[in-house]
């Protein structure tokens, strides 16, 4: 599975932004999917998660009621919206994909990774 991530770039602090990630293979719809984000000097850090259905989600706190993480599995997509965006979400975001085991939150737990989108948030 190769992962793309599109869709960053600058906005104003309060606009919105909706990255996707569009994935090849066919196996897709049978993983969950998540978007992380690393800011500068920071560690990568978990934003979202999808199960392979599309029926549970799971979002970090500081993103809540903000972000929303939806998927098109008839066109092998995940998308994740972002409202409300404020400077310190700026940071470049990747989709991940496949999540071995139950630790949705952690980077190691999953296998695909797509490239990354920067996404930049001015004050």
């Known amino acids: 599975v190769q992962l793309q991530a599109s869709g960053g770039g600058l906005v104003q602090a309060g606009g919105s932004l909706r990255l996707s990630c569009a994935a090849s293979g066919r196996s897709f719809k049978n993983y969950s999917a998540s978007w992380f984000r690393q800011g500068p000097g920071k560690d990568r850090e978990f934003v979202a998660y999808?199960?392979?259905?599309?029926?549970?989600?799971l979002y970090a706190d500081s993103v809540k009621g903000r972000f929303t993480i939806s998927r098109d599995n008839a066109k092998n997509t995940v998308h994740l919206q972002m409202n409300s965006l404020k400077p310190e979400d700026t940071a470049v975001y990747y989709c991940?994909?496949?999540?071995?085991?139950?630790?949705?939150?952690?980077?190691?737990?999953?296998?695909?990774w797509g490239q990354g989108t920067q996404v930049t948030v001015s004050s």
């Open positions: 999808i199960n392979w259905g599309g029926g549970g989600m």
């Open positions: 991940a994909a496949q999540a071995i085991g139950q630790n949705y939150r952690s980077p190691n737990t999953y296998s695909y």
